[in-house]
C-alpha cells in the first residue's frame, strides 16, 4: 500500500501561483497529478517519473505548471503559475508502480485531494 497525502491548496486570484505538494509513504516509480472541476471527468494534468527527468503535461497547463520530486522520492509538486480561473478544481495526488502512464485507470493509489479555487 501506498499512502499519499496533498497539501497546497487555496484560494487565489487569477493571474497567481500556488504549489501543491504530495508526500508518499513509499518512493513509487511514477507519480502524478490529476484534477477534478465540479461537474466534470476526473483529467490529467501532469506525470513524473523516478528520476525526475521524465515528465509530461495536459495540454492545458504545459508552459504554466512545473512538476517535480525531491531527492528522497517521495514527494512530489506541482508549481502552478499564471492560474487561470479555469484551473479551478480538486486536484489529485495519483501514484504507481511500473510504466509511465497518464489514464487515471493506471494509477491504484490515490490521495484525498486539495481543492484549489482562481478567482477571476
Known amino acids: 500500500q501506498v499512502q499519499l497525502e496533498e497539501s497546497g491548496g487555496g484560494l487565489v486570484q487569477a493571474g497567481d501561483s500556488l504549489r501543491l505538494s504530495c508526500t508518499a509513504s513509499?518512493?513509487?516509480?511514477?507519480m502524478a497529478w490529476f484534477r477534478q472541476a465540479p461537474g466534470k471527468e476526473r483529467e490529467f494534468v501532469a506525470r513524473v517519473g523516478w528520476s525526475g527527468d521524465i515528465t509530461d503535461y495536459s495540454d492545458s497547463v504545459k508552459g504554466r505548471f512545473t512538476i517535480s520530486r525531491d531527492s528522497a522520492k517521495t514527494t512530489v509538486y506541482l508549481q502552478m503559475n499564471s492560474l487561470k480561473p479555469e484551473d479551478t478544481a480538486l486536484y489529485f495526488c495519483?501514484?504507481?508502480?511500473?510504466?509511465?502512464?497518464?489514464?487515471?485507470?493506471?494509477?491504484?493509489?490515490w490521495g484525498q485531494g486539495t481543492q484549489v479555487t482562481v478567482s477571476s
Open positions: 513509499t518512493s513509487p516509480s511514477n
Open positions: 495519483a501514484a504507481k508502480f511500473g510504466l509511465a502512464a497518464t489514464t487515471e485507470e493506471a494509477y491504484r493509489y
